[in-house]
């Protein structure tokens, strides 16, 4: 069983920038592809980026590219999302995933493991 805790959540105003984090516990964690993924209120949740279990390769949303970046830290169980030049309409809350099998889809079926989520605000 995996354990994920997002952090760095937070209100910003547009074309501010945010690092969320997310903790997983186990031992395990280097072998598992991860996700970010968000929810805005009244939506479906949405793929918004993932990263490889050796962080060699990413995979992103059109919405988000170029602005975000994902990158992991397998000795600190820790995966990140740097998210620059944020847009109102990033507003949602992000949750982070763990593809046990390796993945690192942008479904989010493949995904095993979920945090509780962290809520970003980007006022305009």
């Known amino acids: 069983q995996v354990q994920l805790v997002e952090s760095g959540g937070g209100l910003v105003q547009a074309g501010g920038s945010l690092r969320l984090s997310c903790k997983a516990s186990?031992?395990?964690?280097?072998?598992?592809?991860m996700g970010w993924f968000r929810q805005a209120p009244g939506k479906e949740r949405e793929f918004v980026a993932a990263i490889s279990w050796s962080g060699r390769s990413a995979t992103y949303a059109d919405s988000v590219k170029g602005r975000f970046t994902i990158s992991r830290e397998n000795a600190k169980n820790t995966v990140y999302l740097q998210m620059n030049n944020l847009k109102p309409e990033d507003t949602a809350v992000y949750y982070c995933?763990?593809?046990?099998?390796?993945?690192?889809?942008?479904?989010?079926?493949?995904?095993?493991?979920w945090g509780q989520g962290t809520q970003v605000t980007v006022s305009s």
């Open positions: 186990g031992r395990t964690f280097s072998t598992y592809a």
């Open positions: 995933a763990a593809d046990a099998g390796g993945r690192g889809t942008t479904a989010i079926n493949d995904y095993d493991y």
